[in-house]
């Protein structure tokens, strides 16, 4: 590796997918295809739940809230990371760095407890149905959101700081973008405490919504287990099927990239989980609510004049 003075570190350079030297353009079309399919997905979702009336519920607003937060998260990635496939320059600045690590754990952590609030509107919806337009008023709703991006911000703020306070000797990411490991790796210090408090805060932004969503589902299927027919039943688990789906997928990624020990996974299998949790997981949302949630499907028939309101 190539070694600096870190007072002369000015520039980072991204070591991207160099295993896969011989597929780079193979990548650049399969990301850029997800990465279209991601944007559409989201947008059109955001623009159904806006001028649909019969979606205008908490369950939807907090949906449209992460579709909104999914395409920021994927904006401050992939287009980056579509030009270093092709573009012989792959350098990024110190202060890029850490803007893009500074947006990437903000909308990330965002989208955790976006689907913690959709859990506990899902919770509420089931277990409390007759007080739920009281208990999940427009004000409880905007808190919510609100409160996500407000951890967002400061665990980001936290982060970054602590992370770019380091001197860096190395100048080669072993990584497509800015995140956390690869770039404290680069210090000439040891990293020991940054690690700790990496790790902390991992623990606590990734369960901690896990466990309220896992209590909140418990109740729920508790809940739905006691309804008489089985009609009423079915309709039940359809509306938390959804969300359930993508939660799974979103915490599952997330916990296996930022709980595992640091040495457990080799340098392709972190870009393979990577990959999943800033490529697939945003095009899940979309995929997701318009397959499996038949009240999206109405709303895009209607918007496409094929279904009277």
Same mark, same amino acid.
């Given at each position: 590796m190539k070694r600096h003075n870190h007072t002369e570190?000015?520039?980072?350079?991204f070591q991207g997918f160099s295993s896969f030297q011989e597929h780079q353009i193979t990548l650049f079309v399969i990301f850029l295809a997800l990465y279209i399919f991601t944007l559409a997905g989201n947008v059109i979702i955001v623009i159904i739940i806006q001028i649909d009336r019969h979606l205008h519920t908490p369950m939807y607003f907090f949906l449209s809230m992460l579709s909104i937060s999914e395409t920021l998260y994927s904006l401050v990635i992939i287009p980056r990371m579509l030009?270093?496939?092709?573009?012989?320059?792959?350098?990024?600045?110190?202060?890029?760095?850490?803007?893009?690590?500074?947006f990437f754990v903000t909308f990330g952590i965002?989208?955790?407890?976006?689907?913690?609030?959709?859990?506990?509107?899902?919770?509420?919806?089931?277990?409390?149905?007759?007080r739920y337009t009281i208990i999940m008023n427009s004000k409880v709703c905007a808190l919510l959101v609100w409160g996500a991006f407000s951890v967002g911000l400061i665990v980001a703020m936290t982060q970054v700081t602590s992370v770019f306070r380091l001197p860096f000797c190395g100048v080669e990411v072993a990584h497509f973008f800015c995140d956390i490991r690869p770039v404290m790796k680069l210090s000439c210090i040891d990293t020991t405490i940054n690690e700790i408090l990496t790790l902390i805060i991992s623990v606590l932004v990734l369960l901690v919504p896990m466990g309220l969503v896992f209590i909140s %589902?418990?109740?729920?299927?508790?809940?739905?287990? $006691?309804?008489? +027919?089985?009609?009423? #039943?079915?309709k039940a688990f359809a509306t938390c099927a959804s969300h359930l789906t993508v939660v799974i997928?979103? %915490?599952?990624c997330a916990a296996i990239a930022y709980l $595992?020990?640091? +040495?457990?996974?080799? #340098?392709?299998?972190?870009?393979?989980?990577?990959?999943?949790?800033?490529?697939?997981?945003?095009?899940?949302?979309?995929?997701?609510?318009?397959?499996?949630? $038949?009240e999206v499907k109405d709303a895009l028939l209607r918007a496409v004049g094929k279904k009277h309101p």
């Amino acid at each position: 590796m190539k070694r600096h003075n870190h007072t002369e570190v000015s520039d980072f350079f991204f070591q991207g997918f160099s295993s896969f030297q011989e597929h780079q353009i193979t990548l650049f079309v399969i990301f850029l295809a997800l990465y279209i399919f991601t944007l559409a997905g989201n947008v059109i979702i955001v623009i159904i739940i806006q001028i649909d009336r019969h979606l205008h519920t908490p369950m939807y607003f907090f949906l449209s809230m992460l579709s909104i937060s999914e395409t920021l998260y994927s904006l401050v990635i992939i287009p980056r990371m579509l030009s270093s496939l092709v573009c012989r320059n792959k350098s990024i600045s110190l202060a890029g760095c850490a803007t893009q690590m500074f947006f990437f754990v903000t909308f990330g952590i965002n989208n955790c407890f976006l689907l913690t609030a959709m859990g506990y509107d899902r919770y509420v919806a089931i277990c409390n149905p007759l007080r739920y337009t009281i208990i999940m008023n427009s004000k409880v709703c905007a808190l919510l959101v609100w409160g996500a991006f407000s951890v967002g911000l400061i665990v980001a703020m936290t982060q970054v700081t602590s992370v770019f306070r380091l001197p860096f000797c190395g100048v080669e990411v072993a990584h497509f973008f800015c995140d956390i490991r690869p770039v404290m790796k680069l210090s000439c210090i040891d990293t020991t405490i940054n690690e700790i408090l990496t790790l902390i805060i991992s623990v606590l932004v990734l369960l901690v919504p896990m466990g309220l969503v896992f209590i909140s %589902y418990v109740l729920i299927i508790s809940t739905i287990l $006691k309804i008489a +027919s089985a009609e009423g #039943r079915q309709k039940a688990f359809a509306t938390c099927a959804s969300h359930l789906t993508v939660v799974i997928v979103h %915490y599952g990624c997330a916990a296996i990239a930022y709980l $595992k020990p640091k +040495s457990e996974n080799t #340098r392709d299998q972190d870009q393979l989980i990577s990959v999943t949790y800033t490529v697939i997981t945003p095009l899940l949302n979309p995929v997701v609510y318009s397959l499996r949630n $038949k009240e999206v499907k109405d709303a895009l028939l209607r918007a496409v004049g094929k279904k009277h309101p």
